[in-house]
Every structure is written in structure tokens, then in C-alpha cells.
């Protein structure tokens, strides 16, 4: 029987500080690009200047004579040294895979696609090298839009797939379209786009492969946001067993979900170290990671919205076109989760989804914070648009279509169940909390002053986990903890913190869960030869699945510890508790025994055969979690601004948030998480863009032209928690590292385009840069 | 190679480096302070700020030769031993950082302010660490660290 600790004892709840801090504050923190091994070399890739050519002839000669350089290897030799396939798209299941290397041998495919890799004694003596490797192109026409993608007079860029179309067009239909759209009193239509932008870590993609001829084994220092996942990939490109292949990482400078698996430059970089028996580092420069290390978001909508004239929406058709870039990416992998969340928390009856996929000479599509995120954007956008057609208020026309949790069915008209959902109460509590009539007052006033002032609100949930699947199979995820000599408790995850504070977290849970300090609890990450199966942090699945899961392992290591002290005391297990890191209870001698004397006599009693046969003495326990009731993370935003309408600048006056992640395992924590998504959707709509010329020229490959948002950027950001709805009787955390970024774009183009309205601006695009405002609000003519 | 010849968190340090390599390098690869990190080599991003003779300075823009002499101060200098300064503490305490890879380049950057401006206001720490790039937490955390060391200097 579990006896909970009252909450006032319990970690799990409270802001308990940091255990990453007292490392990385100090400089003492351990990133790929901190670790030196004897003997270590270092990569440099020579790459594509071209966005499409076929790639005639390579000469390497010159570069191999210069100073300090080991080794170079070019396409045809990389290919000898690896498996093309088994990268990280086939594990993403696509089913549409072209030929190609790891490295180019005969075309490249987008600026800054690699084509030689040289491995030289110093970084700089490889960046040298790389300067004197002459490379002749024959140039192609580049494919840098969806017009040019689906024109069949221009080149294929996979020659193997023969069309630049990927996937698609694939529909699918939910409920009654037809009636839908029938029983409308008006459709309103809309393109609408998001623009490319991307991660863009602190911390570029890194590796350090370190490759011992006598064991044979391969140990990679990788900056991953899962270890498996890394290992397995390495492990199929270079055709090694997967025992072979040690992945380890510690600290990681952010990610976003870009470091996912292994590139082509960081197998390229494994295969070498093999090659080479010599340790190879690789750390990518900014210039590449701006370029190659993957982009995200570009995807355009045609929607039309099927509403009655008090604004209820009947249904909607949607058809969605991905641009994924040039190598195969996490572009096909997004589409099913867009389809099935785009009704999001709304009662919609039907939906008619199709997705094409694209390729086009840029960098590849990948996973960046709320992948499927466009959903949130088209469905919030385009519930604007209808309300300013209808003449409704947009807060209005989300209330009459919000889910309610007891109005049947309470389930998206895709499929998943709507349980626990508090969307509804989100958007009424931030009513409660912003003075709506009072700023259409403000707003009126500042009109009649010329100034636009704006705002805007957006409604969303997030499956983090989602709820409990109806069939199986279910996905599980997985902690070990055990207990050790000196009485601390180990927990070991597959999740790979690179910001989360994961090691904080999982240990407050440990801790109440077992019933020691939270100093007693030590978290293990980063080393395939300890951590559990699992792909690693990735789709806010840590706190509901990774929690729950410490959560379980421990509570089974505590009965399992209990019995063993009972044994050995000769009394109840259910007599017994463990209290601050020794157990207690009715007829303990001494008040209690301390875990490490526990310990010390069950390893004397099973040496001596006094311990019954079936009672567990290996002090470790395992669970894997499937996430329980599961349950939706979500809320509402709300944002106000003011548009200068001479310079086009947004200023943002205000921004607000109500949500609800669940039971809060670290409310600080998760308010950073939070404002760290909020952030990113501020730079995603009014800075960031990944953007290419015609010839597929990247022209934003330095930090002075990739804009990142600063302190000067990001107001504020009042945050208020909603009580959640329980659905599990143990587990009601829910992931909340995705929210702020799927749900901030949408909110900040909302109150964009209310603030410009009066000009006749219509906003259907994510990017809003002063120059593109000027141009909605028809202060300067559009560029086009 | 040029010798070079500098003072660095209070010790005197020798080398010998090539022209071209950056007072960034020679701190992480020839002394082991890899508490200063690089995060875009073009002195935008200011993960890589030390203190060059009192004033921060973006070490991937400085030459290792030109601070021949100087007093260079790394992250790993603001703090005795295994302790944290009141500065660390504060952006603790306030959860100001998230991955930890621009931190280094805020706390030398907010240590220079509070040095100027013991009691800066809100407006005036936003302003100060406007030229440090951080992805993980929308600042308002490290504004708030910043403000409660000045509270507790």
C-alpha cells in the first residue's frame, strides 16, 4: 500500500532548483565541442556552391598535400565506407526514399550539400584544406517553389523518383463533407501560408567519434536528443552491430528538435574515425548550420470553412502542400498529426484533408518545435477570418465552437478523444483576465489618433501524450531505478535533456516516490550502455511519459526494497515506510534503518542463503509507462500591439497566457518552457525567415541575416495555470515543451491583423516583417 | 608562432599561437576554459564574452596576439572554487537559463553591468544584454537574475 507524502514534504509541485545549474553557470558544463581525446583529428566539409548541378570532377590532390591534413574522402569513397540507407527518414517510415550518399558523388542538391569530407590535425588546417579542393559543376535549373516543383520541364533533383512531387496529393475524408458545406450559410476562403525558418540552437549539430581497433567498438560523443536514436542510425550506416556502437552525450546546447539521429555529416564523421582508428570532431560552424542543418515550416494551405451566419463551423476543406526540401526529411512524417489535430478543441462535424509533398534545392525539412504546428496557425487564422466576414468577435465565434466536456461527442472529427479537454475554460478564464470591451474602447480611440493597436487570441491543444490510444499497440517508455550501497537512488531515462531540466524534474518525482531527499535522487541520461530503449526528448512526451514512467519504476522499487527490509526486520511490508532515506515503522529497531545499512545487510543475508528463495534482492526496477489516461496539454494566448504605420514595426504591449500542462512537476521550469516557445513564435512572425533567392542562393547564413529575437524583442509573458482535469489515477502530468511555439504564431498574426484591419490588410502569412506590414497596410507597393 | 604572454582570472598565462587564431581558441583549446563557448564565430550571438581588460569583449573577434598583456576574465574566474558569486545565484534562483551554451557570455555580460550600474532598472538590463543571444528561455528569467543580483549586491 502507498502512502503518500503530505504535499507540503513533496518535491514534485514546487520550483526545487536546478541541478544542471551549479555546472553550467560556472563554465563547467561539458558540450561536444569541451572534449579532447588524445590523438583527436578534425572535420571539415567541402561543400556545393550550387543549389542544382551535377557534380563533374573532384580533385582532392592539392588538399592532401597540405599541412596537417590525415585523410579526405569524397563521395564515391564515403559511399565504399557506408550503408546509404538506414538514415533517419527510413526510420521515419517514408515510403517514397530516392537514391543517394552520404556524401555527393554525382549531383548536389542544395548550396552547402557536402562533397568532401577532410580530416586534418587542427580545425583549421581541415577549413584550409577544404579551400583547396577544386570541385567542377555543370549547373541545373534550381527548383526553389511549389509552381516549379510540379513543372515536369524541369530537372528531377532525385533523377531515381522521376518528379519533384514526393507524396501525394493523398485525401481523406471525416464525417459529412458535402452536408457540411450544403447546410452553410457561407464559405469563406483562404490561402494560407507559414514561411521557412528553423531551429537554430546555440549549440550547432556536433560529434565526436572515437573508434578503437581493439575492441572494435565505435564511441560516439554526439549532440542528440536521444542516444538510441543516434546509435541506431550510426550503427546502420556504418553496418556495424548496434553493440558496437556506444552513444554518449552530456551536455547539449539546445535543439528544438533538430538533433535528432545522425546527419550524413555526422555518420560521415563516425566512418571516418573508423577508417582512421583516430578520433574525429566535427563542430558544425554557424554558416552551416543556418545553411544545411535542416529547415522547417514551409507549408501553404488552400482552406475554405463551411459557417452559418452566427458562426458556428459546420466543417472545413483543407489542402496542404509541404515544401521538403531537397533529402528526405520529417516533411512526410508531420502530415498525419496536422490532419488529425487541425479541428483542434473544436466541435467541427467534417473535414476533407490532402497533403502533396514537394522537393525542392533546399535544405531539408526537419522537426522544429510543434512540427505539425501549421494546424494551430490555418484553423486560429482562418477563425479570424470567418469572424471578421461574419462581423463577429473572434473571442465570440471560438466560444460557440468550443469543445465542452459535457456535450457528446466529445471528440475531434478525426478521431481522438477530447477527454479532460479545458480549452474552453482557457479562452473564458483569459476573458476574466484581459478586458476585452474595455480595449476595443482603447482600441477605438487610438484609431481616431491614427494608431493601430491590435488584438488577437489563439486557441490550441497539444497531444502530450494525447489520450489513451483505443487499440493497440502502445508505445512505451521506459525508466530503470535502482538502489545503491550508499542509499542514493539512480534513475535511468532514454530522454535526453538538452534545456528541459530533466534531471531536476525526474528526480522530484523520484524522490517523493521513494521517499528520500531529493539530493539522494541522481539521474542517468546520455550513455547507450545504461539508459533504457526509448527514441529520446522529443514531442513533449517527457513529463507524462518519462514522469510516469519514474514515477512507476520507483514506487515498484520502493515495494520491492520493503519486502527485502521486512525479510530481513521479520516483520509487515505493509508495516512499513521508508521516510528520508531510511525505512521506518512499527517495531524498526533503532526508530530505522538507514538505506545504506539495508543495503549492506541484504547483500550479507543473500550471501549467507537467508533469504527466501523469490524474494527480489536486485534492488532495481523497471517500468514502461504507456502514458496512463493520457490527456491533452493546451490553452489560450492573447497578445496586444501596436503597428507603427511609418516604420512597420510591431510592438508587442502585452502577452498573456492561460494553460493547462497537467499536474506541474516544476512550475518554474515549465513557465521557461513556455516562454521559451513564446519567444520563438515571436521571432518566427516578425524576424526569422530562412530565405533563398531564385537560384536557390541561401541568403541568410549569418546571424546578421537570420534574425533572432532579443531581450529588446520579447515583452513579458504573464503566465496563469489552469486546473487541470485528472484522468489517471496516478500520472496527470503533461508535456509542455511544444506549446508556446505552436500556439504564439498564430496568436501575434491575429493581433497583427486586428490592429490593421482598418487599412484593409488582410494577413495571410506568418511572416510580418516591417517591410511586409508597410505592404498589407498599402503604405508601399507590394514587391511581389 | 608568436608568443603571447597574458593574464587570465588573475594567472599569468604563456603561448605560443599562430596569427590568425582567435583569443576564443586560445581560451578553450590551449588553456582548457572551455566555459567560454562559440556560438556563431561572427560576434553576434556574444556567448563568447570575457572581460579584456575590464570590458567585455566578444573573444571570437579578438586576436589571441592582441591581447598580448591583457587581463582577460572567463566565465570560470567570476566564481572562488565550487561556489557560485551572487550573480550565479541569482540567475539560480530565477531559473534564468536553460541549455546553459549562451550563459556564459550573459553572466560576463551582466557582471560588467552591475559593475557600471550597481542598481540598473528592468529597461536598463534589457538594454545591456541586448547583444547576447539566447534560444532557450525569451529572457525574461535572465532579466529577472540580473535584477535580483542587483538586489542582492
Not at chain 1, 542544395?110 to 579542393?133: F, W
Not at chain 1, 512505451?476 to 531536476?504: K, N, Y
Not at chain 1, 521513494?514 to 546520455?526: L, S
Request: with cysteine.
Amino acid at each position: 500500500m502507498i502512502t503518500q507524502r503530505p504535499p507540503a514534504e513533496r518535491f514534485t509541485g514546487s520550483s526545487v532548483k536546478r541541478t544542471e545549474d551549479p555546472r553550467l553557470l560556472t563554465g563547467r558544463g561539458r558540450y561536444v565541442a569541451d572534449i579532447r581525446l588524445p590523438g583527436m583529428l578534425h572535420a571539415a566539409f567541402c561543400r556545393s556552391p550550387h543549389a542544382h548541378a551535377r557534380l563533374l570532377r573532384l580533385d582532392t590532390a592539392a588538399a592532401r598535400q597540405a599541412p596537417g591534413v590525415v585523410a579526405i574522402f569524397d563521395g564515391w569513397e564515403m559511399a565504399r565506407l557506408t550503408s546509404a540507407t538506414g538514415g533517419m527518414a527510413e526510420m521515419m517510415g517514408s515510403e517514397r526514399l530516392p537514391k543517394y550518399s552520404l556524401l555527393c558523388t554525382d549531383k548536389v542538391r542544395l548550396v552547402g550539400d557536402p562533397v568532401a569530407l577532410v580530416v586534418a590535425e587542427s580545425r583549421a588546417q581541415a577549413e584550409d584544406a577544404v579551400e583547396l579542393i577544386e570541385a567542377e559543376y555543370e549547373e541545373l535549373p534550381a527548383v526553389m517553389s511549389e509552381d516549379q516543383a510540379r513543372d515536369a520541364s524541369l530537372p528531377a533533383i532525385f533523377e531515381d523518383l522521376g518528379s519533384n512531387i514526393l507524396f501525394g496529393p493523398d485525401q481523406k475524408v471525416f464525417g459529412d463533407v458535402e452536408g457540411a458545406f450544403a447546410a452553410a450559410d457561407r464559405v469563406v476562403r483562404a490561402r494560407i501560408s507559414q514561411h521557412r525558418h528553423q531551429n537554430v540552437p546555440m549549440e550547432g549539430r556536433a560529434i565526436l567519434a572515437a573508434f578503437d581497433r581493439a575492441s572494435g567498438e565505435l564511441v560516439a560523443h554526439a549532440a542528440t536528443q536521444g542516444v538510441n536514436t543516434t546509435r541506431q542510425i550510426v550503427a546502420a550506416q556504418l553496418q556495424m552491430p548496434l553493440d558496437k556502437v556506444r552513444v554518449l552525450a552530456q551536455d547539449i546546447g539546445g535543439s528544438f528538435g533538430l538533433k535528432f539521429g545522425a546527419s550524413r555529416e555526422e555518420v560521415a564523421c563516425c566512418a571516418a574515425s573508423r577508417e582512421l582508428a583516430r578520433p574525429v570532431r566535427w563542430i558544425e560552424d554557424r554558416m552551416e548550420n543556418l545553411t544545411v542543418s535542416g529547415q522547417a515550416r514551409e507549408e501553404s494551405f488552400i482552406v475554405e470553412a463551411a459557417v452559418t451566419t452566427a458562426g458556428e463551423i459546420l466543417g472545413m476543406r483543407v489542402e496542404m502542400v509541404i515544401d521538403s526540401g531537397a533529402y528526405p526529411g520529417f516533411a512526410p512524417g508531420i502530415i498525419s498529426t496536422v490532419r488529425e489535430m487541425i479541428p483542434g478543441p473544436y466541435r467541427m462535424r467534417a473535414l476533407s484533408f490532402s497533403a502533396t509533398g514537394i522537393i525542392t534545392n533546399k535544405a531539408t525539412y526537419v522537426a522544429y518545435r510543434g512540427p505539425w504546428a501549421s494546424e494551430t496557425f490555418v484553423r486560429e487564422r482562418l477563425i479570424d477570418l470567418v469572424a471578421a466576414e461574419l462581423g463577429l468577435d473572434p473571442v465570440e465565434v471560438r466560444l460557440r465552437n468550443l469543445a465542452e466536456r459535457d456535450q457528446p461527442p466529445l471528440r475531434m472529427v478525426t478521431g481522438p478523444s477530447l477527454a479532460g479537454i479545458t480549452a474552453k475554460e482557457s479562452l473564458r478564464r483569459m476573458t476574466e483576465l484581459f478586458d476585452f470591451p474595455r480595449f476595443r474602447e482603447q482600441q477605438a480611440t487610438a484609431r481616431a489618433a491614427g494608431r493601430y493597436l491590435g488584438v488577437g487570441v489563439a486557441t490550441y491543444v497539444e497531444p502530450a501524450p494525447g489520450p489513451r490510444p483505443e487499440t493497440p499497440p502502445t508505445e512505451l517508455e521506459w525508466v530503470r531505478a535502482s538502489l545503491g550501497e550508499d542509499g542514493t537512488v539512480s534513475v535511468f531515462t532514454a530522454q535526453m535533456p538538452h534545456g528541459q531540466s530533466h534531471q531536476t524534474t525526474l528526480a522530484q518525482i523520484a524522490a517523493d516516490q521513494f521517499g528520500v531527499d531529493f539530493d539522494q535522487v541522481r539521474v542517468v541520461v546520455g550513455d547507450t550502455d545504461q539508459v533504457p530503449e526509448g527514441f529520446g526528448t522529443g514531442g513533449s512526451r517527457f513529463a507524462a511519459m518519462a514522469g510516469g514512467a519514474a514515477l512507476h519504476a520507483t514506487r515498484r522499487l520502493r515495494t520491492q526494497v520493503l519486502e527485502l527490509a521486512a525479510q530481513l526486520l521479520d516483520l509487515s511490508p505493509s508495516s512499513l515506510d521508508i521516510r528520508d532515506g531510511a525505512v521506518v515503522g512499527e517495531g524498526v529497531p533503532g526508530g530505522g534503518l538507514p538505506l545504506p545499512e539495508l543495503v549492506r545487510r541484504a547483500n550479507e543475508a543473500a550471501a549467507a542463503g537467508l533469504i527466501p528463495p523469490g524474494t527480489d534482492t536486485g534492488l532495481e526496477a523497471s517500468f514502461g509507462f504507456d502514458g496512463g489516461q493520457g490527456g491533452w496539454s493546451g490553452g489560450t494566448h492573447c497578445c496586444v500591439v501596436e503597428v507603427d504605420h511609418m516604420s512597420g514595426k510591431v510592438e508587442l504591449l502585452r502577452y498573456l497566457v492561460v494553460e493547462d500542462c497537467g499536474e506541474l512537476i516544476n512550475p518554474a521550469v515549465v513557465e521557461g518552457q513556455i516562454r521559451g516557445g513564446v519567444a520563438q513564435g515571436i521571432g518566427a512572425v516578425l524576424l526569422e525567415r530562412s530565405a533563398y533567392d531564385e537560384w536557390g542562393q541561401y541568403l541568410s547564413s549569418t546571424f546578421m541575416d537570420y534574425l533572432l529575437p532579443t531581450t529588446t524583442d520579447v515583452p513579458n509573458i504573464e503566465i496563469h495555470h489552469l486546473e487541470t482535469v485528472p484522468l489517471d489515477q496516478d500520472v496527470n502530468f503533461r508535456g509542455v515543451g511544444e506549446g508556446g511555439m505552436i500556439v504564439a504564431p498564430p496568436t501575434i498574426c491575429n493581433a497583427v491583423a486586428d490592429a490593421i484591419a482598418p487599412t484593409g490588410g488582410r494577413v495571410l502569412e506568418q511572416h510580418l516583417p516591417p517591410q511586409r506590414i508597410l505592404e498589407l497596410m498599402g503604405a508601399i507597393p507590394e514587391r511581389g | 608562432m608568436t608568443p603571447i604572454r597574458l593574464t587570465v582570472n588573475g594567472q599569468v598565462r604563456e603561448g605560443a599561437v599562430e596569427a590568425r587564431l582567435t583569443l576564443a581558441d586560445f581560451l578553450r583549446d590551449q588553456l582548457g576554459l572551455t566555459g567560454t563557448h562559440l556560438g556563431c564565430e561572427h560576434g553576434v550571438c556574444g556567448a563568447c564574452t570575457v572581460l579584456l581588460d575590464g570590458e567585455p569583449a566578444r573573444s571570437c573577434l579578438v586576436l589571441a596576439v592582441q591581447a598580448q598583456g591583457a587581463e582577460v576574465t572567463t566565465v570560470e574566474g567570476l566564481s572562488e572554487g565550487d561556489g557560485l558569486s551572487p550573480l550565479q545565484q541569482a540567475m539560480r534562483d530565477n531559473f534564468s537559463f536553460q541549455c546553459g551554451f549562451c550563459t556564459p557570455g550573459f553572466l560576463i555580460q551582466a557582471h560588467a553591468l552591475l559593475r557600471e550600474n550597481p542598481k540598473p532598472t528592468e529597461q536598463e538590463v534589457r538594454l545591456a544584454l541586448s547583444g547576447n543571444l539566447c534560444r532557450c528561455t525569451g529572457y525574461q528569467s535572465i532579466v529577472a537574475g540580473v535584477l535580483a543580483a542587483a538586489e542582492a549586491l
